[in-house]
């Protein structure tokens, strides 16, 4: 008999340019008494008017999420002490900002609630109890973080997240507004990012129309704002945020592919973030996704943007392992890629080749 995913959602969506305005109502029946929500707010926003804009009530607490680097386990679990050691519990913790802002909040909220380290739970359904209510509020649009069932998380020994039904936010505040000031590189690295997962998984072997539904249509979103826009205006704001979301729902029901598993060992090796990760590879994936790949590089074009190129230069033979052993162990996506037989299409030397071009 088939298996079907049942998979948990986000319980409540509020959309709309000046929606933050809603927060504290919003916030108001969830919270306990003497127990504070924490901010949890990327360090983009210290000194910016956003922070007049938090509703603080009684003991609550706004925390700098330092998103320097992609979240680590040990960051997450030194909030997570801090936060306990403090206050005891907690009534919930709102993630405001990137990707990086809102995994961290959702991964502390899970580990108010769940003993030992956030490196015990980094797979699928390891984590034992719901965290602590948690809200998600994106700054920046494109990973789909505020609509998935994962927090990606660097440990010692992996970079994977924390899959899990108790992982999707309770709550997403999606106001385009709060992406006003976000850098013209950043928010593309972070749009392309979503456009790579409408073409992973629109060309994958896992879709279905539910997720082809939502992926067409962030596909379509992607479009309007990457190649038929001159210049970037509150449109593509609105646009981008459900392009994310809708790209995020798609993936749901699916999976990302090629550029996502080539793209997590270069982010373990050397650091390089998600979104500027996927756009180097998807550069060189034109034997995947011909087509994907031919529109790509157009908006790279039309935005005038660099791609960086020649990131593996001089690593030896010890760090290309380490790259291909990460990727590889990414066999979900692989499947979704390239189907039942991925080992025999991608082989190990087949994927230094690939390393070995970006
Ligand atoms: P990010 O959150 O890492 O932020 C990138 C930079 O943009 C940071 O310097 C941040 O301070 C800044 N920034 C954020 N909002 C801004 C704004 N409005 N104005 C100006 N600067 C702003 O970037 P991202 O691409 O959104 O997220 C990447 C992260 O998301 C990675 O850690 C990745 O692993 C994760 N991710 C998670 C999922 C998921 O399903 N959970 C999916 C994809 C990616
Ligand atoms: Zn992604």
Same mark, same amino acid.
């Given at each position: 008999?088939?298996? $079907? ?14 929606? $933050? ?29 956003? +922070?007049?804009?938090? !509703? ?19 960051? @997450?679990?030194?909030?997570? #002490? ?7 519990? *907690?009534?919930?913790?709102?993630? *405001? ?34 965290? @602590?209510?948690?809200?998600?509020? !994106? ?17 010692? +020994? ?7 039904? $108790? #992982? ?7 106001? !385009? ?18 456009? *790579? ?25 992607? &479009?309007?704002? $990457? ?48 979104? *500027?990760?996927?756009?180097? @590879? %998807? ?9 994907? @790949? ?20 001089? +690593?030896?033979?010890? &760090? ?25 299409? %991608? ?12």
């Amino acid at each position: 008999m088939a298996q $079907f995913r049942n998979f948990k959602m986000v319980s409540y969506v509020v959309y709309g340019r000046g929606s $933050f305005n809603q927060l504290d109502e919003i916030l108001s029946p969830n919270r306990k008494a003497g127990a504070p929500m924490i901010f949890l707010i990327d360090h983009f926003f210290i000194n910016k008017p956003l +922070l007049n804009r938090i !509703p603080l009530r009684g003991n609550d607490k706004i925390i700098f999420a330092d998103v320097t680097h992609e979240p680590k386990t040990s960051y @997450v679990d030194a909030l997570a #002490t801090q936060l306990k050691n403090e206050f005891g519990t *907690i009534s919930g913790v709102i993630g *405001i900002g990137g990707g990086s802002a809102m995994d961290l909040a959702k991964a502390v909220s899970l580990m108010m609630n769940n003993p030992g380290s956030s490196a015990d739970y980094q797979g699928w359904d390891l984590v034992k109890n719901a965290g @602590v209510y948690k809200a998600g509020i !994106p700054t920046l649009s494109g990973t789909g973080a505020e609509v998935s069932r994962t927090t990606v998380l660097t440990g010692p +020994l992996k970079k994977l997240g924390m899959n899990s039904d $108790f #992982t999707p936010f309770d709550q997403i505040v999606l106001d !385009p507004e709060l992406c006003a000031n976000a850098p013209a590189n950043q928010r593309f690295y972070t749009g392309m990012d979503c456009y *790579i997962h409408c073409i992973e998984s629109l060309q994958g072997t896992y879709l279905n129309e539910f997720s082809k539904s939502y992926g067409e249509k962030a596909l379509e979103l992607c &479009q309007e704002i $990457f190649l038929k826009k001159e210049t970037w205006d509150e449109e593509c704001d609105d646009k981008l945020m459900m392009a994310s979301y809708a790209g995020g729902m798609s993936i749901a029901y699916s999976q990302v592919g090629v550029a996502h598993a080539v793209s997590y060992g270069l982010s373990y090796l050397l650091g390089i973030r998600h979104g *500027i990760g996927n756009c180097i @590879v %998807m550069n060189h994936l034109e034997e995947y996704y011909p087509e994907g @790949v031919a529109e790509f590089k157009r908006m790279v074009q039309q935005g005038n943007f660099e791609i960086p190129a020649g990131i593996c230069k001089g +690593l030896n033979d010890e &760090q290309f392992e380490a790259m291909i052993n990460v990727s590889m162990g990414m066999k979900p996506l692989w499947e979704n890629a390239l189907g039942k037989d991925w080992e025999k299409i %991608m082989t190990r030397e087949k994927l230094r080749a690939l390393y070995e071009k970006l």
